[in-house]
């Protein structure tokens, strides 16, 4: 897709998500909004090898939302490319549907099951380590939330894998500056999240999480053989596409009144 | 079955290594992964088998983690570490991403329960059988000599699942005489069979539970021993079986009271309506750290021989 046709797939993404989440009033929009982008890029900008209808192609790259409460994101996606039924969407959270608040690795494009933070880096490079030892090509594609790098065992990782030179590891940063409590630099400042990833070993950039100019020139890095992993820090905003919630930690998941909704479904371009 | 003379058992853990090395040389597959803990056979394993070692830092959380991702990709998996800092220093690590995914990995620790005497309360695991038999889907072994150590590595290998096996820090006297394998399914070995009082214990313990045995034994009372090595799924219908043969039952443990494997007979008992008195040794709430040897601590913890003779001899009195 060009650069036009990624950004009418991220309006999609927001819409389908927006939708997903009013039928049962839960969920998290913000912390999706912020990551769709960044996901689009991996599942439609060329950059990670993902095969409509095959989610057990042992060649797919893995693409891990570590951060839980937004693997929700993947779900849209994942029934695009007819990993399962787009009416599952419709049952999103439901008694009987495949779709949870948290994603599960039973569900088809999941890898590994999320919602608890800080496993993602650990378990992406147990992917990338399997693929080296068994002489494949696939990538490792783990989405942290800024707030998960509290989390000391994302470090431990990060550590593990620059050691074992895993280069067709790749971490995404999505870096919206907020927790639920407030602004993470005044709640415990996390600050420079790129030199901190480097200094650990990584090659790291930022980049402007919703410019898919400046995410495909970062995910270019992709593919390098100079055995270190990757990590791309993406400057990002929370509940970026609903300008009420954008930036605002208070929402990240408390759902709009019905007049909220309205002004949320024009500013996302639905049709009432 | 007694136990026999053997001046120096192995270590449990070059038994468990070894084992895992002779498969590991024809199976690519097989990963090994320690936490910054060593033993001799993994020295040989290292060197021999680079490729299929890996040293996850002194990082129990990464190594589960990363445990999980190399599954998910078909390896099988060891981990290996100090008994304390495999199950409670990585439990979430372990409920999320190997539990919640029921994923075929064995965690393998040693030193459960006192084996770390002199390092005191931080090397000891009273709560490792709680924690972990808490946990979904997951086996939890206690091998009581170098054979059953070896045949559950064996399944382990052959049948991957996840599993928890519980190892001494020492090498311990043989007790199975090559009866283990037959026994392995029943999941507890009724070592010397009684009709009044039966002791029920696991791993390093066994050895004085046989000693309290033979004394008791000595003074005219037909005391029974169970070593009851799985306590989860802990096989409660063969149990109640045996257990219907005696007229009490105490249960001697390294570990606290609270969820221990003496808590996991009970609840077997309730489930298949077994009323027998019942007096359980462990640790209660109040220990401290105490310089001492292993003999010290089950002297000061309750669950020596003698403690565990009295305990018969009380139970005998109370149920006539």
Redesign the interface.
Known sequence: MNINDLQAKTIWLRQQLFEMVMRPKRGHIPSSFSCAEILIALYYGGVAHVVPGKPEDPNRDRIIVSKGHAAMSQYPILADFNFFPKSELLNFTQKDGLLGMYAD?RIPGI???S??L??????????????R??EKGHK?FVILGDGECYE??IW??A??AA?QKLDNLIVIVDRNKLCIMGETEELLELGDLESKWSSFGWHSCTVDGHSFDELLSAFSLVGRTDGKPLAIIANTVKGKGISFMEGRSEWHNRMPSNSQILEARAELGMED | MIVSDNLKPPLMRDVVIDHIFEEARTDKNILFISADFGAAALDRYRMELPDQFIHAGISEQNMVDLSSGLALSGKKVFLYAMAPFLTARCYEQIKCVIASMNLPITLIAVGVGLGYDHATLTHFTPEDIACMRALNDIEVLTPADAEAAKEMTNIAIKNPDFRYMRLDRQGLAPVYNGQFKSLYRQGFGHIVKGRSVVIVTCGMLLQKALLACEDLIGQGIDAGVIDLFQIKPINGQELAKVLAGYKAVVTVEEQSLEGGMGSALLEAMVDYSVCKPVKRLGMRDGYAVVNGDRNDLHELYSIDTSHMINAVLELMEFSG
């Open positions: 690795f890898e590994g099951i919602g608890s800080g496993h993602g880096v650990g378990m992406g490079a147990g992917f990338s380590m399997a693929a030892q068994d490792t000391g065992s431990e990782s550590m593990f050691h």
